[in-house]
């Protein structure tokens, strides 16, 4: 079934020690995103990839990274984890500006 | 920026018919989203609207708009306990070729059997 995959789905890092989480999908989706969630509260877009083109929003913080080798695949980089970080982290994709289909999440945890 | 409303909490007995409200600030918004989240799971589309729509019925769920109220709902008909979730809802910017979605803060819906 084409679909969305998040690896890890549970990670732990420790304050200050820099951690990747990965999404990967069959759906051959041009545009992926990331979203995080803390606990109790909505989705908040970090930013997306439309192509090969990053599209950051304003108030995501430098600490966040992404990188897009190919269609399939879209990392999030947590530069410098800090407490604060801790959530839910959400990949999903969409065809332009389509239906987005959402990835199970990877929660992380910060020690 | 946008601003996406929603009460946090919503108690219905199995079987009653459950009413999610949502309001939302951008008038630009093209698609409004109702998602569904189970614990501990991911983002369930369940149903959209298109902004110049005023109803959509889709078997138990139906999302009315009020675009002059920036208000949306979503009825949920003969509740079952597997209705039960956080429910956003979400709109959409419309300003990039993407589909960048802001939500709202979730409702979380008991169903009591």
């Known amino acids: 079934d084409a679909m969305v995959i998040q690896n890890p789905r549970y990670q732990v890092t420790q304050f200050g020690k820099p951690v990747t989480l990965s999404c990967s999908q069959t759906?051959?989706?041009?545009?992926m995103y990331w979203y995080q969630q803390k606990s109790s509260q909505a989705p908040k877009l970090l930013f997306h990839?439309?192509?090969?083109?990053?599209?950051n929003e304003a108030d995501t913080p430098d600490n966040f990274q992404s990188r897009r080798p190919n269609t399939s695949f879209c990392f999030l980089d947590i530069r410098s984890p800090g407490l604060g970080d801790a959530a839910m982290y959400l990949c999903?994709?969409?065809?332009?500006?389509?239906?987005?289909?959402f990835g199970p999440g990877t929660r992380l945890t910060v020690l | 920026g946008e601003d996406v409303e929603q009460s946090l909490f919503l108690s219905v007995r199995e079987g009653d018919s459950s009413v999610i409200n949502c309001t939302y600030t951008?008038?630009?918004?093209?698609?409004l989203y109702w998602y569904k989240q189970e614990p501990g799971a991911g983002l369930q589309l369940l149903t959209y609207?298109?902004?110049?729509?005023d109803m959509k019925q889709d078997q138990r769920l139906t999302v009315l708009l009020n675009k002059k109220d920036k208000h949306l709902s979503l009825r949920i008909a003969d509740t079952q306990t597997g209705d039960s979730a956080i429910y956003f809802c979400?709109?959409?910017?419309?300003?990039?070729?993407?589909?960048?979605?802001?939500f709202g803060t979730g409702t979380r819906l008991t169903v009591i059997p």
């Open positions: 759906l051959n989706h041009n545009v």
């Open positions: 979400a709109e959409s910017d419309g300003v990039t070729g993407a589909n960048n979605l802001f």
């Open positions: 999903a994709t969409s065809r332009y500006s389509g239906e987005q289909f």
């Open positions: 609207i298109f902004s110049n729509m």
């Open positions: 951008d008038s630009s918004s093209t698609y």
């Open positions: 990839y439309y192509d090969k083109d990053f599209n």
